[in-house]
């Protein structure tokens, strides 16, 4: 079992990382206001399985056998980078139909979420902070190493889901009031696709 107080470090640890913003956020956030609360909570949801399969990753050792080759390192990196920088060049032609007089604006909730948990799992990045962070709370002294690993994941993907719903759910509604102005329909899809590419680019160039 793990000891509180490395349980305790863990969580303000934990708490000061996941409510700053960060790719999650962001992804919430561009969802919630270009397609409603909805679709940015189910984005928070998809991000959540995302991070739960490289939580199981970790434990079962997928993780350490991707980051310790530099190949595969790579495809999966670029992989995910593409499906960003994809998903931006859809949100700004999505957006420019949706503004269309008659058009039915926004993306469905379930489409979000495939979204989601697919970036979510192709961001090495992730699968490194996995990795790298968890074990440094794990004492093998204290018991199944696995079943600490996964208990420490849990507690991220759980922790990370309030701060992403709190997004989705506050954007959201800010979303709701600024899509009924034209000028900012016209606007947030270029926003919402900027955000994405932006994203899938500083994936792109980060190094390991």
């Given amino acids: 079992m793990i000891d509180p107080a490395t349980l305790l470090a863990y969580l303000a640890i934990l708490t000061g990382f996941v409510f700053l ?4 956020t962001l992804l919430t956030l561009a969802r919630a206001a270009g397609s409603g609360t909805r ?10 399985v995302g991070d739960l399969v490289h939580t199981v990753f970790a434990v079962v050792g997928i993780s350490a056998v991707v980051l310790a080759s530099a190949t595969l390192f790579a495809v999966v990196k670029y992989l995910g980078a593409a ?17 269309l007089p008659g058009a039915a604006g926004g993306l469905a909730p379930g489409r979000a979420f495939r979204q989601a948990v697919l970036a979510e799992v192709l ?8 990795l790298a962070f968890l074990p440094q709370f794990v004492d093998p002294a204290a ?3 696995a079943l600490q690993l996964l208990v420490l994941g849990m507690l991220f993907v759980a922790m990370g889901l ?15 009031l600024l899509r009924r ?9 270029r ?18």
């Fill in 21 to 24: 913003p960060g790719p999650a």
């Fill in 39 to 48: 679709a940015g909570m189910t984005t928070a949801l998809g991000i959540a």
């Fill in 83 to 99: 499906y960003l920088v994809y998903l931006g060049i859809r949100a700004f032609r999505e957006r420019a139909g949706a503004a």
């Fill in 123 to 130: 961001n090495p990045k992730s699968a490194l902070f996995f």
């Fill in 143 to 145: 018991g199944a190493v």
């Fill in 162 to 176: 309030v701060s992403t719903l709190a997004v989705a759910l506050s954007a959201g509604g800010i979303g709701g």
């Fill in 181 to 189: 102005n034209p000028a900012v329909l016209r606007w947030q899809g």
């Fill in 191 to 208: 926003v919402a696709g900027a955000i994405f590419c932006g994203l899938g680019l500083r994936l792109a160039f980060e190094e390991r």
